[in-house]
């Protein structure tokens, strides 16, 4: 697997910078209703790691990328509480359902307590969006695919900071990503199923075996994906982040896993043809 910069960004802060940067999905389906709000799980349940994070005060400079603003977020009590606008409002469907008081609150770690997350993406190029400081409105998006619903919390850059300023609940089936979804969700799960959703040939890179510092790059049979498949392939519960990028319907995707501590990232690369997705390269 590939390291990313997050790696060396969260060693640094960790030995005292004070930087925090990058940063999505959940292993495990919501145990809670389409309109419950937030994780109400204690915060001494959070990793050494994400201690330090939430015990450290928010530097200015992680407002200019909405990951480093959002991994403290994610990480400390007092900040999340600060950077909310209160009353929150809550849409289902796209009408306003309840709004909710300061003191109703309850802190929400998103995908701290996991060593990943996931992005979609429709092109190479929107995968710059993550590094562009000009981004100021951005949708993290909590997609339950046993349930089918989606959870978007919306962000606004307001004088310089980044807030969260509404959440909005819909079902699975009225994304701008429903078709990709909706095949992802059994790719996730069915071994059967990812063999015949593979192209007759399929691009993959991957560390070299015999040098630590290179990657070879091959292709593999659909009858060969057993062996050579990742490990991670995330189900149940993912999130999403949208950095201002517009969806359409797109007959390409791009899905990627990436490492929150450890640097280490999957891309996996789809394209539709007619009805049916497949995949067509994959990155370890």
Not at 248 to 259: D, L, Q, T, V, W
Request: proline residues 4%; charged residues 25%; hydrophobic residues 35%.
């Amino acid at each position: 697997m590939r390291k990313y910069g997050l790696y060396l960004l969260l060693m640094l802060m960790l030995s005292g910078l004070g930087v925090f940067t990058t940063g999505c999905t959940d292993k495990k389906p919501s145990g809670a209703d389409s309109t419950a709000v937030a994780d109400t799980t204690p915060t001494d349940t959070l990793s050494p790691e994400d201690s330090i994070i939430a015990e450290q005060p928010m530097p200015k400079a992680a407002d200019e990328l909405f990951d480093d603003f959002f991994f403290n977020f994610a990480a400390n009590r007092k900040l999340q509480r600060d950077r909310i606008d209160f009353p929150l409002k809550v849409f289902q469907d796209g009408k306003l359902a309840r709004s909710i008081q300061k003191n109703q609150w309850h802190m929400d770690h998103f995908f701290m307590r996991q060593d990943y997350y996931t992005l979609i993406f429709d092109s190479q190029k929107q995968t710059d969006l993550v590094k562009d400081t000009s981004v100021s409105h951005v949708v993290v998006e909590k997609i339950s695919l046993r349930r089918k619903m989606v959870k978007r919390y919306v962000f606004d850059r307001v004088n310089g900071q980044f807030r969260m300023t509404s959440i909005n609940i819909h079902a699975m089936s009225k994304n701008n990503n429903a078709s990709f979804l909706q095949f992802y969700e059994r790719f996730a799960t069915d071994t059967a199923f990812q063999i015949r959703s593979m192209a007759k040939e399929v691009t993959f890179t991957s560390p070299n075996p015999d040098n630590d510092f290179e990657n070879q790059t091959g292709v593999i049979l659909p009858e060969q994906w057993p062996y050579f498949k990742p490990a991670l392939i995330p189900s149940g519960e993912i999130y999403n982040i949208i950095y201002g990028q517009t969806y359409k319907e797109s007959n390409y995707k791009i899905f990627i896993i990436r490492g929150i501590a450890n640097g280490q990232e999957i891309d996996f690369t789809f394209r539709r043809n007619g009805k049916q997705w497949k995949l067509i390269k994959f990155t370890t």
